[in-house]
Structures are given as structure tokens and as C-alpha cells.
């Protein structure tokens, strides 16, 4: 038997799991439409609070809203009986809403309506109820009047002064004051407890005042009573005995504190003594919650704040003073009013449907559940045969349309209570579909996509998608369908792009929807920007280079500093680029570049860091003066961005440059404190100057000044040497010390010499000048010399002994057998025999040739004949040299002396050289005129030195096509001949052409030149090429012929209407003439009278071919047209031999100049 009971035990359990497994609640979505269609049972969305204390002044507001399909209709209950709102005139409930306003304008008391109130909404499908509200009247009873007899306690003593506040609701707040209203003064000594009493734990002399007050403050009413003061007084003994500490509060050894979860738990431990005690906190069998646990109180009070079950325990006061100490126990208990482990929600099923309602709640101790349906306890509501309650479950299996109703959990304990609605709707609802219709949805290519088709209904829909209209349901692989209706394409691809059909359908019916996916390309930025430093007044420069899709149109927008970039006047933007002009420091920043279309974008941003010199140093400080040191310390400044390197200090003294700064001395830009080291007898003040990447701050403001004590010179005058002006003196010279090396007042220098090597006592002089000179010494000889500089101060150091040497004298030896050999056409090899070094009567520097040109061997061909020098140093026995630069073919002389620093000796034997003939210089010029559309002419003219016997020319030219060159091609010419006109095989091609002349040596120097010289004159000169054009020449023929018709007929019209002057025609500028009694006028001016050019002078002259053809402006004319191709066009006078006013007035008609005029 016990095993059948096992079996069927487990029968039923099994069945409960697979029943609770196929529970599923359907969601109704928050779509109106939907929420417009569907019937829901009640819903309590609002209410008061169950603690709910009301101001009694204040009209009174019950709280009740709730929602549900039909509107919901409301109810009340107080003390659990019906309360008809309609018998009193002061409770009124709103409309549409359960909310009871209770109105005290003409009277009644608050009190009257204190009680437990429970608002109740129901529907067709259910009654939903409210918490219990338990209504309470704040109250601010006053103090009880009483005498308080003053209070005589011995110093030293501990002392309680009791509040006592009266019980108002809620409890007051209590302060303790003076009668001036100032707060009494609280500290380890001195203490308000949590109940209000005011505790001393030893009283002084200071303590004695008559007006100690407890003050009870109101919190609703806003109203503050104060109790009777407390007059003390304190009795003061020659001696106050010190005292082990005992406890005021609590009282005992041990004590007990319960409270609630998740309230704040306070312990109190107050202990009396002297001197005053120190009070710790321990918990028994483990540590105080550092992160939970407060001490306020000065450590009086361990505060907790939301109290959980691990904080029960026993905690333990420990108060102590020198005298002893004292400990007092504290057992706190932990209780709990009910919490939700499993709170009831609303459920939504369809006919058929299984379902189920939880409710799980816990506490201490456990509190009891019960159910009701619709307010009512279940067990007295009418039997449901698709309902089972199972202790804090009701299973629900097969339920029917009707079925609906709000069920209420009610979780209770003796602390307190839970109630929680949830409704039963059972709906049946034929498929919808919630979202747009074929709706257009544009993704990024390979990106995840996501393809939704919101629905409902009841039963729940089963959903499927199609694409295009074909084929199965897409699921796996690829595509993922998801509960909520929306296909996933896991990578969307160019052939994902198409019509997507879902289709939800129930037993109530089928619904479709279209969704149209478009696949694009991204939006991306292929060149982005990149950090950058610039300088400032310098241009920066952030590319931003976008590729999309040709389809969606792409914005790109900047930002700076994540805010949008003003572009202004100075900012520049293009299509792949942003450029910031006269960079400065308000530049700086973070850009971004985004690049958006309506469904991607792409991000790309950069630092611009802005480099500036940096600032100046300041606030300069002066300090461990020294005699010849100093240390100076300054602050940097804003190295902007660019790290200093470097500082650099200069100075500035008053005494021999005031306001000239000088460069001292440099430091790494690590430092700012040195020490400088200074020369004695200066005034100085300093600056600094920073120095980074970008260049030089301004200087600093001065430093203060310091003047440092004269010392003798400690430097040696540097660059003592002596040397004759005459050959009987030497003069002494040295460089003088510098202002910052004299040290003192009144530098002088004192010097001496003597002859070398004769031991001769040491001559001196002592002189402010930076030379002395020693006279009448013999002719170069050396001296011995030393100097030393002096001030007021004292001696410096002596110099080490300079050798110098007195003046020198001509050289009285000539080089002799001066030669040449290996002449050359621009060079000759020099010989000669040296003089005795004793000659030279000086220090030996050079032996000097002197050459010059005396003439050409080329017959008829003027030269300089200016003279010209070669030093040549050599202390060989037989000394040579090459003498260059010589003219070939020339005819020179030369001469040789030998030289000391100051003087030249009797010059060689003379020497005649003639050079051998070499390659000519380059022609004097080579020009390249232009004579005809496809000819050119070359002209030259023989080189200026012809090095040699000329022989004639050579040209070389080739073509030049970009950087292609065609092939070299040759023409030589007598030397008498210096130009060539040539035919140019291709009018489009450049050439570049070598001319150089030619000895027997060989050919010279070449000159070159190009042509056309450049594009715009080739573009010139092939536009020439028009007039050999056939059509070009037809049309000017036919306008010519136009032309002379035109004059023709306006002749005859002039030889019928008479005659004019051609000085009434005021549009024709032409010289006075003299007009003749037949009407006939002759021109004065012989310019007047030169002919145009192509025109005939007069159609009596003899025959000649007709000046209106176009050879004359044809090629081979003298160009009628211009290099670019246009036709001069206009006629002028041709000058005759003989004087047309000879002619008779039928020559003066008939030519086409006076039709012209007349015309005119």
C-alpha cells in the first residue's frame, strides 16, 4: 500500500510539473488599439498609504485609481462595512476614479472620520481591492503644566533631566534650549538620549543655569511646545571625587532590543563618570558591518540603517575611564513583517489554456496566506471546475471564455501584511499585426539584421516568414525566427535584398504583413583624420575622405570638442577636407568627422595640439649671494604644448654698456634654480628667456640688481704680438680686456721686452692703449715680450714670453735664371734659381711672378695687356711651378721677385712665352629669327677669342618631344659665313640647336638655343598654317571681290553727285589739304602719301599684278596677317615717285583709296 501511495504521489507530482510547464501567460502588448478592443479586468494603479496620518487642518484625500476594460466602478469599505459616500455631504469621490475627498469648509471634526478604509473596483470581469488604509488624525497635545522644583546636585555627580514630551502623532522631535533660544552645548559630557532626557555624566560648576528647556517640535501641525525650564544648581566641594563609570542608559548589565527588518536599529549605552567615560562597541561572534554601521553621539549611539537577519546578535557597550570600566550587553532580535519571494502577476489565457497564480512570502515569524477572488475568500466564491488551490499556487487547467476574475494574496504576520491583486483574463482574439505596413528597411551590408513583425492574438499566432512570396518558411541556416515575430539575417548579403512576408495565424484567422529590405554598402571613411601638431599663425589641415553607397545621400559634419564646429570666416571646408587657417590657441582640441547616410554613419577624430612659443619667465628671485656667484630662481611659464629645452640667461650692467643686454649663459629646461657665476666690479640685474621647438619667449621682467667688489684682473690680455711699421721700430700690440674682464677702477697694462738671446735686462712701460711702439731697433731682429694687466685692485697674472720682431727692409737679392718649359695652350711649367734667406731682410712670404699678354699671335685681334701676379711659397734648393689660366695662341712676357711682409726685391731676367693654339670661346651670340611659317633663320658672329686660326662652324640640332630626344643631325660653314636660313621638316616640333666654332684644336664652346622657345609660341606659330588653308584663301578671295564691287559702284554714284573735301568727313583723321579750283586736293605729307600695303596706288599706273591678291598676305608676302593669324585689314597710302596731284580727276575717282575717302 505504501508503495501504491508512493507511486501515485509521484503520478501527480509529475503531472503538476508537466502542467506547470506548459503555463504560459500571453503578453498583451501596450498598443492602443489593441488596449481599445480588449477586455481586462481591474487594476489598482494607485492608493494611500496603510499608515496614512492626515493633517487636520487640511481637507482629507483618500487615494484610489485604478484601470480595466470596461472602466472600472468604485466602492468603499470602513471597518469592513460598506460606506455609502452618498449619505454624508462631506465625502465625495471623483469621477472616473475612486478617490474620496472628504471636505471639513463648513464644519466637522477629522476625528469623526478615523478608520480603516478599503476601496474596491470591479468591472464585468472582476473587483480589484486596495491595501486597508488605516486613517489617523495628526495630534500636538499641549505640555502638562507642572513646577519643577531646581534641581541641587553635588559637582561631579551625574545628572538626568527628564523631557517627557507628550505623546502626539506623530511622536515630536525633542531639542534642548536656553531661554535665549540657543541650543544647549552637547558633547562626551553632556548628551541628549534617543528618549529625549537631556544626561550628564558629571556635573561642573559651569553646569548651573536656571533655564534649561526641553522643546518638543510637531512635524504635521508645525509647531513647537516648550516644557518648564529646569533651574540648577551645582554645590562645589573643596575636593570632586573621581568615580569608575556606571551606566545611565540603559540601566543593568543587559538588555533587549527587537526590531523589524529592513527599519534602522539605534543602541544607546550613556554611562556617568569622572573623569568622563569613552564608550566602544563590539559584537559578540563576529565584526561590527563596517559599511552598515554609524556611531553618532558622540559614540553614544551605533546607528544600523536597513536591518537584515545576519544583524541579530549580541551587541556589547564597553565604557571606561581611568578609574575602571563597565560593559552592559544588548540582545537584539530581528523580526520581520512580510516581503514578496514570489508576488502574483496578472494572467492573460486563451480558452483551453492552463495557467497558474503564485504567492510566496516570507517574514518572522512565517506569515499565513490567503486567497480571495474578487474581495471574497475563495473558499466562500462559486465553485470553478478549472481552478485547484495548492497552498500558496492555484492551478488553472482548460479555462473557458467567462473564467475571468482578480484574485487577491493576502501575506500577514503580527507585524504586518501583503496584498497583491492579479486578474485572470481569458480572451480569445483572432491574429493582428502591430506593426507598419510594408514597411521600406534599408541595412548595412554583412551587418546582423533584424527584420520585425510585431503581432498578436489569443491563442498565440503562430508566425512564418516567406521571401518573395516563395518557398517555405525561413528558419535555420542563414535566417533565425525569433518568438516575438522578427527574422534574423544573421549576415545580410546583396541577394538578401527582397519582398519578406510573415504570416501569423490562429484558430481566429490569418494576418500578413510585407516588409522590403534594401542591402547597402557602408558608409565609411577611407582616409580619416590623424593627430597633429601645429604652430601657431600656421595652417592646419584634417582629411576626411567618405565612401558610400551611390544611394544614400551622406552628410558629413564636424565637431570640436564634441560640439558643433563653427565654421565662421576663417574656417574652410571642402568635400574631403577641413582646413584651419592662422592656427591659435583656441583651435586646440579634439576634432570628429562624421560621415552619416540615414542608417549608418562612420566617426573619425584627431587631436590638433597648437605649438607656441612659450611664455616668460617670472617672479626672478636672487638669493646665496656670493662675491663672484649668485643663484637665481624663476617659475616657468606656459610652455605651450612644445616642451622648453633650454633657458637662456642674460645680464645687463650699468657702468660700460647701461641697456645692452648680453648673453651669460644657457640651462637644460629641466632647471629653474641656478647658480651663476660673475665677474667682480659689475652691477648686474638678469632675465630669462625659454626657449622650446617653436622659438623664444619675451623676456622676463629684470631681475633685482646686484653688484658684486672689484678684484685685480684675473685674465691674461690675449693676442700679443710685435711686429715693425718701419725697419727701425716694432710695435706691441694685444687685444684689450673686455668691460666685463677689468674687475676695478683704472685698468692699466704693463709690458716688457728685450732683445732674444742676448740676455739684456727687461725694458717696461705701463699704458691704458692697447700698443706701444719700440723705436730705433735694428733691422729685423726678434724680442722677447710680456704684458700683464693691473686696476686699483691689484696685479693680475703675467703673460708667457712672445717672440716679435722688429721692421723689415727691400730685399736686396733678384730670383735669377727665370725659365719656362712643358708650354701648354693654357699653361707653362716656371723655373728659377732661389736667393740667399739673409736677402730677404725680412720675414720670406712669396716669390711673385708678374706675366701679362702682350699680344694675340692672331693677326689684327687687340688684347689687355694689364699686368697679373702669381705668389708662389717654396724653400726648395730648386724651385718650380705651374703657372694656368693663360690665353691660347697669345703672346706673353714674365718676370719674377721674391717678397717679405712688407717689401719686394729687384725683379729676374724677363721671359717671353707664345701659347699654343687651343678650342675657340663660344660665339659671340646666336640668334634665331623666324622669317616664314616653316623656315628660320640663324645668325652669329665669330667668338671674341678665337683661341687660334678659325676654320669655320659646326650646327648640331635635334628635336625635342618631352623628354624624348630625336637624332643629332649636322651642318658645317666657312668661317666667313655667320648665318643660315633653314626649312623646318616639322612645323610642330621644338629643336634645340649646338653652334660652336672650330680651330684646327677643334670644335669650341657650343651656344644653344631653342625653337620655338615655348608652348604659347608654338601655339602661335602653327596657327600661321591658316592662311595655306584652300578654304581660308576662297573666302578672302571672295570678300576682296565683294570689296571692289562695292568701290566700283560707289564711284560712279561720287563721279554723278559732285565732289566733297575730305575735311567735311569729321570720322577721318587725315592731315589739311589744299583743295584746287577743279575740286581735285593734294596731301602735304609725305607720310600721307605712302600707299596701304597691298593696295595700288592708282589705276592709271602701269600694269602691275593686282594688289588684291591675297599673295600679299599669302605665305611669301610681307605679312598681311599676324603671328596669330589675323588680317591686318586695313589699307594705307603707298608712296610714289611721282606726285599724285599730277593726275587728272579721273585718276583721283578711280582709285580705291579716294572711293574709300568718299565713302567716308
Not at 1147 to 1152: G, Q
Amino acid at each position: 500500500m505504501l508503495a501504491q501511495g508512493g507511486q501515485v504521489a509521484l503520478a501527480v507530482v509529475s503531472s503538476l510539473l508537466l502542467l506547470l510547464q506548459q503555463a504560459t501567460s500571453i503578453e498583451v502588448p501596450q498598443d492602443p488599439k489593441i488596449l481599445q478592443d480588449l477586455k481586462q479586468p481591474p487594476t489598482i494603479i494607485k492608493q494611500s498609504p496603510k499608515d496614512f496620518i492626515v493633517d487636520p487642518r487640511d481637507n482629507i484625500i483618500i487615494e484610489c485609481e485604478a484601470k480595466g476594460n470596461p472602466q472600472p466602478r468604485f466602492t468603499w469599505r470602513r471597518k469592513g462595512k460598506f460606506l455609502n459616500t452618498g449619505k454624508d455631504p462631506r465625502v465625495n469621490m471623483r469621477k472616473r476614479s475612486g478617490t474620496l475627498e472628504i471636505n471639513f469648509r463648513s464644519g466637522g471634526r477629522p476625528e469623526d472620520y478615523e478608520g480603516e478604509y478599503q476601496c474596491l473596483a470591479s468591472n464585468d470581469l472582476g473587483v480589484a481591492v486596495s491595501n486597508k488604509i488605516l486613517l489617523r488624525v495628526s495630534k500636538a497635545p499641549l505640555w502638562p503644566k507642572e513646577l519643577l522644583e531646581p534641581v541641587l546636585v553635588s559637582e561631579g555627580h551625574s545628572l538626568v533631566l527628564a523631557c517627557n514630551p507628550p505623546p502626539g502623532l506623530p511622536p515630536p522631535y525633542t531639542f534642548w534650549m536656553n531661554s535665549a533660544m540657543i541650543p544647549i552645548p552637547q558633547d562626551r559630557r553632556v548628551s541628549m538620549g534617543l528618549n529625549g532626557d537631556l544626561y550628564f555624566s558629571n556635573v561642573l560648576a559651569k553646569d548651573a543655569h536656571t533655564d534649561y528647556s526641553c522643546n518638543a517640535r510637531f512635524l504635521f501641525t508645525h509647531t513647537i511646545q516648550q516644557k518648564n525650564p529646569f533651574s540648577l544648581k551645582v554645590q562645589s566641594g573643596r575636593r570632586i571625587p573621581e568615580s569608575m563609570p556606571t551606566f545611565l542608559s540603559p540601566s543593568g548589565s543587559e538588555s533587549s532590543k527587537m526590531v523589524l527588518r529592513g527599519q534602522q536599529l539605534l543602541l544607546e549605552c550613556i554611562a556617568a563618570g569622572l573623569p568622563t567615560p569613552s564608550i566602544k562597541w563590539f559584537k559578540k561572534g563576529g565584526d561590527l558591518p563596517a559599511q552598515k554601521v554609524k556611531f553618532e553621539n558622540h559614540n553614544k549611539t551605533l546607528k544600523i540603517v536597513s536591518v537584515s537577519e545576519e544583524d541579530a546578535g549580541e551587541y556589547v557597550c564597553l565604557a571606561n575611564n581611568h578609574v575602571g570600566g563597565i560593559r552592559h550587553n544588548i540582545h537584539v532580535q530581528v523580526k520581520g513583517a512580510p516581503y514578496w519571494l514570489d508576488k502574483p502577476t496578472n494572467l492573460v489565457l486563451a480558452p483551453d489554456e492552463n495557467g497558474r497564480l503564485v504567492c510566496r512570502a516570507s517574514g518572522n515569524p512565517r506569515p499565513q496566506v490567503q486567497w480571495l477572488v474578487n474581495g471574497e475568500p475563495v473558499e466562500s466564491s462559486l465553485p470553478n471546475p478549472s481552478r485547484e488551490m495548492m497552498g500558496d499556487t492555484i492551478i488553472f487547467r482548460s479555462v473557458q471564455i467567462g473564467s475571468s476574475a482578480v484574485y487577491q494574496c493576502n501575506a500577514s504576520n503580527q507585524h504586518g501584511y501583503l496584498l497583491a491583486n492579479a486578474f485572470v483574463s481569458v480572451l480569445d482574439m483572432a491574429p493582428r499585426i502591430l506593426g507598419p505596413k510594408s514597411q521600406l528597411i534599408k541595412v548595412i551590408e554583412n551587418n546582423r539584421t533584424f527584420l520585425d513583425c510585431p503581432f498578436f492574438g489569443s491563442p498565440l499566432p503562430d508566425l512564418r516568414w516567406f521571401k518573395n512570396g516563395q518557398g517555405s518558411g525561413l528558419d535555420g541556416g542563414h535566417y533565425r525566427v525569433y518568438i516575438n515575430g522578427t527574422l534574423e539575417i544573421k549576415r545580410a548579403r546583396t541577394e538578401d535584398e527582397g519582398t519578406y512576408t510573415c504570416v501569423a495565424s490562429n484558430i481566429m484567422g490569418t494576418v500578413e504583413n510585407q516588409v522590403i529590405l534594401e542591402v547597402k554598402e557602408p558608409t565609411r571613411i577611407v582616409r580619416g583624420l590623424e593627430h597633429q601638431s601645429a604652430f601657431r599663425g600656421s595652417t592646419a589641415r584634417f582629411d576626411c575622405k567618405v565612401k558610400s553607397d551611390p544611394s544614400l545621400p551622406v552628410t558629413v559634419s564636424w565637431l570640436k570638442d564634441d560640439s558643433p564646429l563653427s565654421l565662421g570666416w576663417r574656417l574652410r571646408r571642402d568635400e574631403e577636407s577641413l582646413s584651419i587657417p592662422n592656427v591659435n590657441e583656441g583651435d586646440q582640441g579634439v576634432y570628429t568627422c562624421t560621415a552619416q547616410s540615414e542608417i549608418d554613419q562612420d566617426v573619425s577624430s584627431a587631436r590638433l595640439t597648437v605649438l607656441d612659443r612659450p611664455d616668460p619667465p617670472m617672479d626672478l628671485d636672487l638669493s646665496d649671494l656670493a662675491v663672484r656667484s649668485v643663484r637665481l630662481t624663476w617659475i616657468p611659464g606656459n610652455d605651450h604644448n612644445s616642451v622648453i629645452t633650454q633657458f637662456l640667461v642674460q645680464y645687463e650692467e650699468d657702468r660700460w654698456e647701461p641697456g645692452s643686454w648680453q648673453n651669460l649663459t644657457s640651462y637644460p629646461g629641466d632647471l629653474n634654480s641656478v647658480i651663476l657665476q660673475l665677474s667682480p666690479f659689475i652691477n648686474y640685474q638678469f632675465r630669462v628667456i625659454a626657449i622650446n621647438s617653436v622659438g623664444q619667449s619675451a623676456p622676463s621682467h629684470p631681475s633685482p640688481r646686484y653688484k658684486t667688489s672689484g678684484a685685480p684682473p684675473d685674465v691674461i690680455p690675449s693676442g700679443l704680438q710685435g711686429w715693425g711699421t718701419k725697419k727701425n721700430n716694432m710695435e706691441i700690440s694685444w687685444e684689450p680686456l673686455l668691460n666685463v674682464e677689468r674687475n676695478g677702477p683704472n685698468l692699466h697694462y704693463q709690458l716688457w721686452w728685450r732683445r732674444k738671446d742676448t740676455g739684456e735686462a727687461w725694458s717696461n712701460v705701463t699704458t691704458a692703449g692697447s700698443k706701444h711702439v719700440v723705436h730705433d731697433t735694428e733691422t729685423y731682429v726678434p724680442y722677447e715680450i710680456r704684458i700683464q694687466a693691473l686696476n686699483d685692485h691689484g696685479a693680475g697674472p703675467t703673460s708667457n714670453v712672445a717672440t716679435g720682431y722688429s721692421g723689415e727692409d727691400k730685399p736686396t737679392d733678384a730670383p735669377t735664371n727665370l725659365r719656362v718649359s712643358n708650354v701648354d695652350s693654357t699653361s707653362v711649367t716656371i723655373h728659377w734659381n732661389p736667393v740667399d734667406p739673409s736677402s730677404v731682410v725680412g720675414e720670406f712670404k712669396e716669390y711673385r711672378l708678374y706675366y701679362w699678354r702682350e699680344a694675340s699671335l692672331l693677326k689684327g685681334l687687340r688684347v689687355s695687356q694689364e699686368k697679373m701676379t702669381r705668389g708662389f711659397y717654396s724653400i726648395a734648393q730648386r724651385p718650380s711651378a705651374v703657372l694656368g689660366g693663360l690665353v691660347p695662341f697669345s703672346h706673353y712676357r714674365m718676370l719674377m721677385v721674391v717678397a717679405n711682409r712688407g717689401h719686394e726685391g729687384p725683379p729676374s731676367n724677363t721671359v717671353e712665352v707664345r701659347t699654343k693654339e687651343g678650342v675657340p670661346d663660344a660665339p659671340k651670340y646666336f640668334e634665331i629669327v623666324k622669317r616664314a611659317f616653316d623656315t628660320i633663320h640663324l645668325q652669329w658672329d665669330k667668338p671674341l677669342e678665337p683661341n687660334g686660326v678659325l676654320i669655320g662652324y659646326q650646327l648640331k640640332y635635334h628635336t625635342v618631344n618631352g623628354s624624348k630626344l630625336g637624332p643629332y643631325r649636322l651642318e658645317t660653314f666657312p668661317p666667313n659665313i655667320t648665318q643660315y636660313t633653314m626649312r623646318l621638316p616639322d612645323r610642330a616640333m621644338r629643336y634645340k640647336f649646338f653652334l660652336s666654332a672650330l680651330t684646327q684644336v677643334g670644335a669650341g664652346e657650343a651656344f644653344t638655343g631653342e625653337f620655338p622657345r615655348s608652348a604659347n609660341e608654338a601655339y602661335s606659330k602653327d596657327q600661321v598654317d591658316i592662311a595655306t588653308q584652300g578654304w581660308f584663301i576662297g573666302l578672302m578671295c571672295a570678300i576682296a571681290l565683294i570689296i571692289l564691287i562695292l568701290l566700283i559702284v560707289c564711284f560712279i554714284k561720287r563721279s554723278r553727285g559732285g565732289k566733297y573735301p575730305v575735311r567735311d568727313k569729321k570720322d577721318l583723321a587725315l592731315d589739311p589739304v589744299d583743295q584746287k579750283e577743279d575740286g581735285s586736293f593734294d596731301y602735304h605729307s609725305d607720310e600721307d602719301n605712302k600707299p596701304l600695303q597691298g593696295s595700288q596706288a592708282s589705276l592709271d599706273g602701269p600694269p602691275k599684278e593686282s594688289d588684291d591678291s591675297l599673295v600679299d598676305y599669302g605665305e611669301g608676302g610681307d605679312g598681311q596677317f599676324n603671328e596669330d593669324g589675323s588680317f591686318i585689314g586695313q589699307y594705307t597710302v603707298k608712296k610714289d615717285s611721282k606726285d599724285e596731284t599730277e593726275g587728272n580727276e579721273s585718276s583721283e575717282a578711280t582709285s580705291p583709296v579716294n572711293a574709300i575717302y568718299s565713302l567716308a
